[in-house]
C-alpha cells in the first residue's frame, strides 16, 4: 500500500508519483505537481524529482498547496 495525503492505494512495482496523482485526480481533481508541496516520507522533492519518483511499498506521500503571503 502506498498513501497519498492520508488516503491508501494499492502499491504496483514500478508505479511513478505522476501515476498516483493522475490516479487520484480522476476522482477528485485537485493536485499537481507546480504550486505545490511534496513530502514523501518526511522528505520534500523538487517538482522534477516527484513526477520521476518511483514508489516503494508503504510510502507515505502529502502533496499540499503553497501559501503566498506577504
Avoid: H, S, W
Avoid at 502499491?11 to 508519483?17: E, H, K
Wanted: proline share 4%.
Amino acid at each position: 500500500m502506498v498513501f497519498l495525503n492520508k488516503i491508501e492505494y494499492e502499491y504496483r512495482p514500478g508505479m511513478l508519483l505522476k501515476d498516483l496523482v493522475d490516479d487520484y485526480n480522476k476522482d477528485c481533481p485537485k493536485l499537481a505537481f507546480d504550486g505545490f508541496a511534496i513530502l514523501i516520507n518526511g522528505i520534500a522533492l523538487t517538482e522534477l524529482q516527484a513526477q520521476e519518483r518511483i514508489l516503494l511499498n508503504n510510502d507515505n506521500i502529502l502533496i499540499v498547496p503553497l501559501l503566498a503571503g506577504g
